[in-house]
Nanobody, 124 residues
Framework: QVQLVESGGGLVQAGGSLRLSCAAS????????MGWFRQAPGKEREFVAA????????YYADSVKGRFTITRDNAKNTVSLQMNSLKPEDTAVYYC?????????????????WGQGTQVTVSS
C-alpha cells in the first residue's frame, strides 16, 4: 500500500508562484509513474502533469505547459510541482497520484493511489 500526502497549497495572487510537494510512503515509489491532477469547483478532475518512474520523461496539460514543472526525488520519495505565472483559472484542489506501471500516463483511471489533495487559490 502507498500513502501520498500533499503539501504546499495556499492563496497566491495572479502571476505568483507556489510549489506543491507530495511525500510517498512505500518501498516501490521509484518504480511508479507520478502525476498531478486538479479539480476545480463544479468541474471534473483533470490531468496536470506526470513524470516517468526514472524522471526521464514528463508530460503536461496544454493549459500549464511552460508554467508548471514536475520533478521527483526517488531517494526522498517525493514528487513536486513548481507552479509559476499562476492564473485564477488554476484555482483548484490539486491531487498527487501514483501509477504502479512506471510509464507516463495522463489517464486518471490508470492511477492506483491518490492523496487527499491540497487547495490552491489564485486571486485576480
Amino acid at each position: 500500500q502507498v500513502q501520498l500526502v500533499e503539501s504546499g497549497g495556499g492563496l497566491v495572487q495572479a502571476g505568483g508562484s507556489l510549489r506543491l510537494s507530495c511525500a510517498a510512503s512505500g518501498r516501490n515509489f521509484r518504480s511508479y509513474c507520478m502525476g498531478w491532477f486538479r479539480q476545480a469547483p463544479g468541474k471534473e478532475r483533470e490531468f496536470v502533469a506526470a513524470i516517468r518512474w526514472s524522471g526521464g520523461s514528463t508530460y503536461y496539460a496544454d493549459s500549464v505547459k511552460g508554467r508548471f514543472t514536475i520533478t521527483r526525488d526517488n531517494a526522498k520519495n517525493t514528487v513536486s510541482l513548481q507552479m509559476n505565472s499562476l492564473k485564477p483559472e488554476d484555482t483548484a484542489v490539486y491531487y498527487c497520484a501514483a501509477d504502479k506501471i512506471g510509464a507516463v500516463t495522463t489517464n486518471q483511471y490508470e492511477y492506483d493511489y491518490w492523496g487527499q489533495g491540497t487547495q490552491v487559490t489564485v486571486s485576480s
